[in-house]
């Protein structure tokens, strides 16, 4: 399985960015998965997950800015993470994450998640 986040870059405060994680080896939209973002110096964190059934939930940081999204095609499979009205305090290294379980019960935390990808880097600007 590998994952590969696209899609960062640099943008001022309330911009906007469209982060995008191509999925191989993992076609099956029975499994959770979520985006993870990590500031310097700072923790892991949870942002954004999406469950087998489509449900999402969010961050208290990020509800009504961000928005993930899934799109399982016949070979492949891609998660996306709509970020509107960014701030400064958005940036940070964002990481698309993936179970290997079609059970999400601690679809927050990142040991929920087997698999990684390498990060995209996002930075706001004031």
């Known amino acids: 399985v590998q994952l590969v986040e696209s899609g960062g870059g640099s943008v001022q405060s309330g911009g906007s960015l469209r982060l995008s994680c191509a999925a191989s080896g993992y076609t099956s939209s029975r499994y959770c998965m979520a985006w993870f973002r990590q500031a310097p110096g700072k923790g892991r964190e949870g942002v954004a997950f999406i469950d087998r059934d489509g449900l999402t939930r969010y961050a208290d940081s990020v509800k009504g800015r961000f928005t993930i999204s899934r799109d399982n095609a016949k070979y492949t499979l891609t998660l996306y993470l709509q970020m509107t009205s960014l701030r400064p305090e958005d940036t940070a290294m964002y990481y698309c994450?993936?179970?290997?379980?079609?059970?999400?019960?601690?679809?927050?935390?990142?040991?929920?998640?087997?698999?990684w990808g390498q990060g995209t880097q996002v930075t706001v600007s004031s």
């Open positions: 994450a993936a179970s290997s379980s079609s059970l999400c019960d601690y679809y927050s935390s990142s040991t929920q998640y087997a698999y």
